[in-house]
């Protein structure tokens, strides 16, 4: 995420994650003017992590399901 950011190949990131460790990686990106979208499970995810990003999605068991359906991997 750091290179493409640096080297201006992205303009949202996505992040499939629920640590608060990746916090800092959030304010760098945002330094840059990057979006962050962080992608999560309920109630598996740092409080301040979703407070950082800039947008956010649930991952549900029904979204894993319709890939398995799908054989998406």
């Given at each position: 995420?750091?290179?493409?950011?640096?080297?201006?190949?992205?303009?949202?990131?996505?992040?499939?994650s629920g640590d608060g460790d990746f916090v800092p990686l959030?304010?760098?990106l945002h330094t840059w003017q990057k979006k962050v979208e962080l992608w999560y499970f309920e109630g598996q995810t740092a409080k301040r992590l979703?407070?950082?990003?800039?947008?956010?999605k649930v991952?549900?068991?029904t979204l894993?399901?319709?890939c398995e359906l799908r054989n998406i991997k």
């Open positions: 995420m750091l290179d493409d950011a640096v080297r201006n190949k992205l303009d949202v990131a996505i992040l499939l959030v304010k760098k979703k407070d950082s990003c800039d947008s956010l991952i549900s068991r894993i399901r319709r």
